[in-house]
């Protein structure tokens, strides 16, 4: 169902993580396209009970930016979340949605996108147009050794070049972990703060 480089990918993960989330819910999202959730029932075609399935892949390989347009602490940051620029989160994100729109009970009860969506170019176009991050942005200033460029914490969580400050949340993870990030943060935080109690 996905390349042989999808595939190599998604084999580097142990067994046990998985490739794609599910998430079930109990109402009418159509085109959900908005950074905070909002029921869209006034949307649907005639009033009735909903099920909404979203397909999340669960560990992304695009990367994005956030970045400085001026030296003002008050100005906003610029923020390019890159979404789907990588061929291979492409396709696993086709593939899953595929998985649930193939489904026979799927099929039959199907009101949005609708049969217009058939193609993996439509799927991939229905995709980019409601996909929202589900609230995990992560990897913004990565974790690295000291020499890494690509690195903006040391692997004590302190910021390269900077003394005294330390980030420690899920913008410092060097990739997503597949699943939901909560349980990693906590791990990450009890560890940096063993590291600080040592004076590290």
């Known amino acids: 169902m996905v390349s042989t480089d999808a595939k190599a990918y998604l ?6 993580c998985p490739d794609i989330e599910y998430l079930a819910v ?55 979340p890159n979404w789907m620029a990588d061929p291979i989160d492409a396709e696993i994100a086709v593939a899953g949605y595929k998985r649930i729109i ?23 176009e229905q995709i980019r147009n409601s996909l929202v991050p589900v609230f995990h ?8 050794k ?16 900077v003394k005294g400050l330390r980030v420690i949340d899920a913008s410092s993870f060097a990739l997503l972990p597949p699943g939901h990030p909560m349980s990693t943060v906590y791990a990450l935080a009890e560890k940096i703060a063993d590291d600080i109690k040592r004076g590290d």
């Open 11 to 16: 084999e580097k993960m142990p067994e046990s």
């Open 26 to 80: 109990d109402a009418y999202f159509g085109q959900y396209s908005s950074p905070l959730l909002r029921l869209h029932e006034e949307y649907a075609k005639e009033p009735g009970n909903y099920v909404s399935i979203v397909v999340s892949p669960a560990a992304p390989r695009s990367r994005g930016s956030v970045t400085i347009k001026t030296s003002k602490a008050s100005d906003p940051p610029v923020i390019d």
């Open 102 to 124: 193939l489904a026979d009970d799927v099929q039959e009860a199907e009101i949005y996108p609708g049969p217009g969506v058939e193609t993996d170019e439509q799927i991939l």
């Open 137 to 144: 942005a992560s990897t913004t200033c990565r974790m690295g």
């Open 146 to 161: 000291t020499d890494d460029p690509d690195a903006v914490v040391d692997t004590k969580a302190r910021v390269i070049g």
